[in-house]
């Protein structure tokens, strides 16, 4: 049984920082593709940012490519997103999620396992 918790989310001030993390339990962490997906409130969850099992190569969105910094701790079985430079559009409910194999996709439907979700809020 798969199971992703995050962690980490909050309120914060436009141009601050907060860490997100995701704890996986379940069969070999190291086996597992690791994205982060979002919504906000009347829009569809969208990709943010995706891991590949080693943390060897990593997928952006552009809209915060450069700000959000995606990375594994294979020895923790834990995901992480950093996210800097927070803007208010930033604003949403963050997900982790996760899929066996090597594809890293950009696509909601190709992910098996999803945690619960935690809120970031960014005011202006």
């Known amino acids: 049984q798969v199971q992703l918790v995050e962690s980490g989310g909050g309120l914060v001030q436009a141009g601050g920082s907060l860490r997100l993390s995701c704890a996986y339990s379940?069969?070999?962490?190291?086996?597992?593709?690791v994205g982060w997906f979002r919504q906000a409130p009347g829009k569809e969850r969208e990709f943010v940012a995706g891991?590949?099992?080693?943390?060897?190569?990593?997928a952006y969105a552009d809209s915060i490519k450069g700000r959000f910094t995606i990375s594994r701790d294979n020895a923790k079985n834990t995901g992480y997103l950093h996210m800097n430079s927070l803007k208010p559009e930033d604003t949403a409910v963050y997900y982790c999620?996760?899929?066996?194999?090597?594809?890293?996709?950009?696509?909601?439907?190709?992910?098996?396992?999803w945690g619960q979700g935690t809120q970031v809020t960014v005011s202006s």
């Open positions: 891991i590949s099992r080693s943390g060897g190569s990593t």
């Open positions: 379940g069969r070999t962490f190291s086996g597992i593709v």
């Open positions: 999620t996760a899929r066996y194999g090597d594809y890293m996709s950009t696509y909601r439907r190709d992910y098996d396992y």
